[in-house]
């Protein structure tokens, strides 16, 4: 099992900056890939950006460029730097952390945090 804390949502205006942290407890060897998610209303969860064990990342197609995914491995922590938000990033961003089970692959979750651009 995974927990999984997060932090850094709220109101910015567009152009503006924000910085999420999802920190993680519990079976941390067994992590393999963490990273986040976001869902606005209506939509379906898309991938914002995961890191895998092995240090290769991957961002979604709208934050290329704009966003970075960083980690802290003595903190197990990853930190999700979100730089010239736009309105269309509002959405609820999840932490995620993909993990080793007794006999599958785990998806672990945090409890989401709300981002919010203004135009």
């Known amino acids: 099992q995974v927990q999984l ?31 986040w998610y976001r869902q606005a209303p209506g939509k379906q969860r898309e991938l914002v950006a ?3 064990r092995g240090g290769s990342k991957d961002y979604g197609d709208s934050v290329k460029g704009r966003f970075t995914l960083d980690r802290n491995d003595a903190r197990n922590t990853v930190y999700l730097q979100m730089n010239s938000l736009k309105p269309e990033d509002t959405a609820v961003y999840y932490c995620n952390a993909r993990s080793e089970g007794d006999r599958s692959i785990v998806e672990n979750w945090g409890q989401g945090t709300q981002v919010t651009v203004s135009s």
């Open 50 to 52: 995961h890191l895998t």
């Open 5 to 35: 804390v997060e932090s850094g949502g709220g109101l910015v205006q567009s152009g503006g900056s924000l910085r999420l942290s999802c920190t993680a407890s519990g079976s941390i060897p067994k992590i393999i890939v963490m990273g």
